[in-house]
């Protein structure tokens, strides 16, 4: 069974810095990675996922990751956030047909 | 083209009374799932449909938890008797396919609260 780790329950930036949120994942078998985001009072969005191929994954936003086999990570990061991206981000994993989340990291952009 | 829907997005009762919450699809995705978040906890995974059958319950808490998901449209999920830590955030998911690379396309979920 797989399942994954959010080390970051909040993280607080200032407008225009640099964002990396923390994902780690544990599974068996070989596995898809995905980042969704929830905005306030809405459902969950997908922003990328990875499924083979380069490990650089570039998604909506602005927002990309990079798959890290040995390190079984796949962490997000954006260069310049904005005040928009104030947002709760899911870290997930798949393999060929469940998928299970992480707790979620609260990103909160400030001006 | 209509995303997920979910009813009620939110639902006060008390313990010991009973709930549905229902979910209706993306049409034409055969694969439908159902999560549970308590508050600041991961999204839990409950169960997979895959059309009317039932592929993977293993999340489900316990007996007082029962979905349906009659003619393989939309979906149920029933509490009953509720109880306060059934409190959280039901989100419904669908998806066209059952292969793991494709994108799961969530509800706006619906919050249980139990007094």
């Known amino acids: 069974a797989q399942s994954v780790?959010?080390?970051d329950s909040q993280v607080p930036v200032f407008e225009e810095a640099p964002v990396e949120l923390r994902c780690n994942y544990s599974s068996s078998v070989s596995v898809y990675l995905f980042w969704y985001v929830q905005y306030p009072n809405q459902g969950l969005q997908l922003l990328l996922k990875y499924?083979?191929?380069?490990?650089?994954?570039?998604?909506?936003?602005?927002?990309?990751?990079?798959?890290?086999?040995?390190?079984?990570?796949?962490?997000?990061?954006?260069?310049?956030?904005?005040?928009?991206?104030?947002?709760?981000?899911?870290?997930?994993?798949?393999?060929?047909s469940d998928m299970r989340f992480g707790a979620g990291t609260r990103l909160t952009v400030k001006p | 083209?209509?995303?997920?829907?979910?009813?009620?997005?939110?639902?006060?009762?008390?313990?010991?009374?009973?709930?549905?919450?229902?979910?209706?699809?993306?049409?034409?995705?055969?694969?439908?799932?159902?999560?549970?978040r308590v508050m600041g906890k991961e999204i839990k995974?409950?169960?997979?449909?895959?059309?009317?059958?039932?592929?993977?319950?293993?999340?489900?808490?316990?007996?007082?938890?029962?979905?349906?998901?009659?003619?393989?449209?939309?979906?149920?999920?029933?509490?009953?008797?509720?109880e306060l830590e059934d409190s959280g955030v039901y989100f419904c998911a669908s998806r066209l396919g059952d292969r793991g690379t494709g994108e799961l396309f969530f509800g706006e979920g619906s919050r249980l609260t139990v007094l």
């Open chain 1, 5 to 7: 780790t959010q080390l």
């Open chain 1, 51 to 96: 499924l083979s191929g380069s490990t650089l994954v570039k998604g909506i936003n602005g927002f990309e990751a990079e798959f890290n086999k040995s390190q079984t990570s796949f962490h997000l990061r954006k260069p310049s956030v904005h005040i928009s991206d104030t947002a709760e981000y899911f870290c997930a994993v798949s393999d060929q």
């Open chain 2, 45 to 82: 995974f409950l169960l997979h449909f895959v059309k009317e059958s039932k592929q993977d319950e293993s999340g489900m808490p316990n007996n007082r938890f029962l979905a349906e998901r009659t003619g393989g449209t939309y979906s149920t999920l029933k509490v009953q008797p509720a």
């Open chain 2, 1 to 36: 083209e209509a995303g997920v829907t979910q009813f009620p997005s939110h639902s006060v009762i008390e313990k010991g009374q009973t709930v549905t919450l229902r979910c209706d699809p993306i049409s034409g995705h055969d694969n439908l799932y159902w999560y549970r």
